[in-house]
């Protein structure tokens, strides 16, 4: 059975706090998650500090902020992470990172970083794809303001490194996501266009989309996750609680089994309910040397009978011996 790699993504909802960070690992772990997921930059690496027009963030979740502003609120102290991976491992989660700058990328390294993410916003930024993709770990790679060229120069450049454990996902990079933006139907899609895994980055609010990804050949989900909605934030209003992303693993765990595998069975012996299809019996009594008609010799449940395919052959030929309702019709009855 096919197992979907579940990412609780923590990202700002630590909220300044490292205890808060620690217990978030921890309840993500109890929730069901696979993996938690951090991302690594400073306010510096990520923008510059400036108030001009284009570095102020418009109307959406984070009116009034620059991007300098939000940044500063949102980042993961960079002194937290040998820390956050520990704990992590010690709760048997896979802890990932994205970078945002080549400095970031070394960080991690010297972290033991397992899988790099690439966010949606830095996937046109080709000299830090290729950085990354040097270090030869597998990739994640978020879709969110991609054209299909986008897509593709990421993937020629992750590929020109000699890196080929790529996964995309699917995503919609608004905050919160409106569900009819969703357009999950391009992730199998992009896993016939693409040649690669595929998944989905949610922004959307509840476990809808997400299942139905899975549903759809999604192999990684990734979710924001928080302790309490109610200890703000600026991922908070998008971010799922424990026990909401608890519910959702369950799910996704229900409809994996739901999937299983695709199956045509050849055996009719061993099709559970095969007995209760129909087959040709004796629904009238008949004497030997009786002609076979539509109206003693029938299709019915259950099935132990002839193949109701073989009564236009019947119709008409005589049985060889005396015949009492609900005999099963075979071929040695048949003069």
Not at 149 to 158: F, G, N, R, S, Y
Not at 289 to 300: A, H, M, Y
Not at 314 to 333: A, P, Q, T, Y
Request: glycine letters at 6%; a negative charge.
């Amino acid at each position: 059975m096919r197992k979907t790699f579940i990412i609780a993504e923590l990202s700002a909802n630590h909220n300044g706090s490292k205890q808060t960070a620690i217990e978030s690992i921890k309840a993500a772990k109890q929730a069901g998650a696979d993996a938690i997921k951090i991302q690594t930059y400073t306010a510096d690496t990520l923008t510059l500090n400036c108030d001009a027009p284009d570095f102020r963030l418009g109307k959406g979740l984070w009116e009034g902020e620059t991007f300098y502003s939000l940044y500063q609120k949102a980042y993961t102290p960079w002194e937290w992470h040998e820390e956050i991976f520990r704990v992590a491992r010690e709760e048997g989660l896979v802890c990932f990172s994205t970078p945002f700058d080549k400095t970031a990328v070394d960080l991690l390294e010297s972290l033991d970083n397992p899988i790099y993410k690439i966010a949606s916003f830095e996937i046109t930024d080709i000299p830090l794809i290729k950085y990354i993709a040097s270090k030869h770990k597998p990739i994640i790679l978020s879709t969110g303001i991609a054209m299909e060229e986008d897509i593709q120069l990421a993937l020629d450049t992750i590929r020109g490194e000699g890196c080929n454990d790529i996964t995309l996902l699917k995503c919609t990079s608004a905050y919160p996501a409106p569900i009819e933006d969703a357009n999950l139907l391009t992730i199998p899609d992009m896993k016939q266009r693409f040649g690669v895994k595929v998944g989905l980055s949610d922004h959307t609010k509840g476990s809808v989309v997400p299942m139905a990804a899975v549903a759809l050949g999604a192999e990684v989900v990734e979710k924001h996750f928080i302790i309490n909605r109610n200890i703000g934030g600026p991922d908070s209003a998008f971010s799922m609680e424990a026990h909401e992303f608890k519910a959702m693993v369950e799910s996704i765990r229900q409809i994996e089994k739901a999937l299983g595998e695709v199956n045509y069975p050849t055996d009719p012996s061993i099709i559970k309910g095969r007995e209760y299809s129909r087959s040709l019996y004796v629904a009238q009594p008949l004497k030997k040397g009786d002609v076979i008609t539509e109206q003693n010799v029938r299709s019915v449940r259950p099935g132990f009978g002839l193949h109701p395919k073989y009564l236009q052959d019947l119709l008409g030929r005589k049985v060889n011996c005396d015949l009492e309702i609900g005999d099963r019709m075979s071929w040695e009855l048949i003069e």
